[in-house]
């Protein structure tokens, strides 16, 4: 190997800030430290909310709605805190010290909740007639939640950047590998959840919320400890600065250059004279493109420019910093169309479990399976579909598209979204046929129907295939349209479509129950959903997704790839 051929030539640092060795750190020595932690940090996460609605209802005495909206506002928080991390991470402390630091205010999130479902004076009191928590009590347990939504908020925007970061995109081996980590990192991510979905819940329901919530706290724990195990091994990214400032140079300059003509020749717009280096620390340069011409302006050398002689950043941006901005701009609709699809995800730990609560829940005699667990069919899902879509289903479409991929990115995620439209098809459709054994049998008033919960087993299924294609293509998606120095920004841009998934989740049921309560009726999700009309929140969920696909066509056509060249500094 040629002594240059030893070290990466993506920026990335050791530990020790100097160059990577291509060697003796990075690839996937280096990721199964990374794919262990966010193993055991989903399980710790996955285990604490999957059966969280359920804790509400339980503990915190909150009816079908209230605990509803409640885990959705929080999983909406969930994902829109990791603006926070992203943010230090691309502008100071770098994605390793990121996730370090946010860790430890993850596992003090996690303590505290498990002391407020387990410790006497902070535990709600119980008796036969159901539990009587006080307001301290319940700010108890959302203070501990909205902990662990700010220490999440350190993790989730950075890992997969940080396990990406550990391939060389310039070497061509290492790119393929990169591509192959996204699968694996999702199938680990979904290793947790099916432990969590399936004993955890099972040890909250049975066994006792302390114990329930304590497992998930040790696992977080562990998780910690996995992440540091590595640190010898790791590729850094160095941070590069505010993004947001360079964002706003670039905004006001050209808003200051308004009149300013833009000239045809764009080789004559403003960029660093090096052909290789940009100057913004660890990007590479951006080659120009012709949408969103006004912010060309900022890029305009003008005359005054040239007398100042050393440049004002607040009036001259280079090509590079304009077309950071342009990128943003051009993932926005992209990111838009996400929003709908993780409405439908966010139905999972909600209306789902809320269905599977009518129904029968016995396997043998005496043996009772928690509505919540059975999330794990969404995980098996995930498991038999991501390592099929890396192994047959790429290889096969490759060999039609050409694409070293299989599909696009964008393709992918398309997919996803038809088939998230069959799963609340899938969900709607049982609650047609629940319905009518209820009126046929006159069981309105009966706690559970003898209807198998396994009927819900496709929808669930339906959703873990629509994530593979959708989910694990809009990581992928992100990372590499995003600028260089802007990656874990753009992962949690990614990821906050979750968040205002459930966010818009708990808009169209607040509006739902508004609307179909009018003149004293019960509405579609009362109380006792054998009176309600669940199914019509499906169908109309259903048609949202159908109208966000045609959308998603449209800007999916219409998009245009950024295209860097030269290393990174």
């Not at 902070?122 to 501990?144: E, N, R, V």
């Not at 493109?289 to 100042?308: I, P």
């Not at 396994?454 to 590499?480: H, K, L, R, S």
Request: a positive charge; proline letters at 3%.
């Amino acid at each position: 190997m040629a002594e240059d051929d030893i070290y990466t030539k993506d920026g990335t640092v050791d530990m020790r800030k100097n160059p990577a060795n291509k060697k003796k750190t990075g690839n996937w020595k280096a990721c199964r430290f990374i794919l262990g932690n966010e193993c055991c940090e989903r399980l710790a996460y996955y285990g604490m909310s999957t059966n969280l609605v359920n804790y509400l209802q339980i503990r915190l005495n909150m009816d079908n709605v209230a605990a509803s909206n409640s885990v959705t506002s929080w999983s909406g928080t969930c994902y829109i805190t990791p603006l926070i991390g992203a943010f230090l991470a691309d502008a100071y402390l770098g994605r390793y010290w990121t996730i370090a630091s946010f860790s430890i205010l993850y596992v003090f999130g996690m303590t505290s909740l498990t002391m407020a479902a387990s410790v006497p004076g902070l535990k709600p009191s119980c008796d036969s007639t159901g539990c009587h928590p006080t307001g301290g009590q319940t700010a108890a347990t959302f203070i501990a939640l909205y902990l662990i939504a700010l220490g999440t908020g350190g993790i989730k925007p950075c890992v997969s950047s940080f396990g990406a970061d550990q391939f060389d995109e310039t070497d061509e081996v290492e790119r393929k590998k990169k591509s192959s980590f996204f699968n694996w990192f999702y199938f680990s991510i979904n290793v947790g959840a099916m432990i969590a979905s399936s004993v955890l819940v099972w040890i909250q329901m049975n066994v006792g919320w302390g114990w329930g919530f304590g497992v998930p706290a040790v696992a977080m724990a562990i998780a910690v400890v996995f992440f540091f195990s590595g640190s010898s091994l790791y590729r850094l990214q160095k941070p590069a600065g505010s993004p947001l400032t360079r964002i706003l140079q670039v905004i006001i300059a050209a808003c200051r250059k308004h009149g300013v003509r833009v000239p045809e020749d764009k080789s004559l717009l403003y960029e660093t004279a090096d052909d290789v280096e940009s100057k913004i620390e660890g990007s590479r340069k951006l080659e120009h493109t012709n949408k969103l011409k006004f912010l060309d302006k900022a890029s305009v050398e003008t005359e005054n420019d040239r007398m100042k002689g050393q440049r004002d950043a607040w009036r001259l941006c280079t090509v590079t910093q304009v077309e950071e901005l342009k990128s943003i701009v051009r993932l926005l609709p992209v990111w838009a169309s996400g929003i709908v699809f993780s409405a439908v995800y966010g139905q999972m730990s909600t209306m789902f479990v809320l269905q599977g609560n009518t129904m029968d829940q016995h396997i043998g005699p005496s043996f009772k399976i928690p509505s919540a667990s059975l999330s794990i069919f969404d995980t098996l899902s995930v498991l038999f579909w991501a390592p099929v879509y890396d192994k047959l289903i790429v290889p096969l479409a490759r060999k039609f598209t050409k694409n070293e991929r299989g599909f696009t990115q964008l393709q992918r995620m398309g997919i996803g979204l038809v088939i998230s439209v069959f799963s609340m098809v899938t969900a709607g459709g049982l609650e047609v046929v629940r319905l009518k054994y209820v009126r046929k049998n006159n069981l309105y008033d009966a706690e559970n129907i003898p209807m198998s919960i396994f009927w819900q087993i496709p929808q669930y299924f339906f959703i873990g295939c629509a994530e593979v294609f959708t989910f694990i293509g809009q990581m992928e998606f992100f990372y590499d349209q995003a600028p260089d120095a802007m990656r874990s920004m753009m992962s949690a841009l990614s990821l906050t479509t979750v968040g205002l998934g459930n966010y818009l989740s708990t808009l169209i049921v607040t509006i739902v129950t508004k609307v179909s309560t009018r003149h004293g009726k019960l509405g579609w999700i009362p109380s006792n959903l054998n009176k309600g009309h669940l199914d019509y929140f499906f169908w109309l969920l259903a048609i949202l997704s159908v109208v966000n696909f045609f959308v998603y066509l449209l800007v999916a056509k219409s998009y245009t790839s950024k295209r860097a060249t030269g290393h990174l500094r």
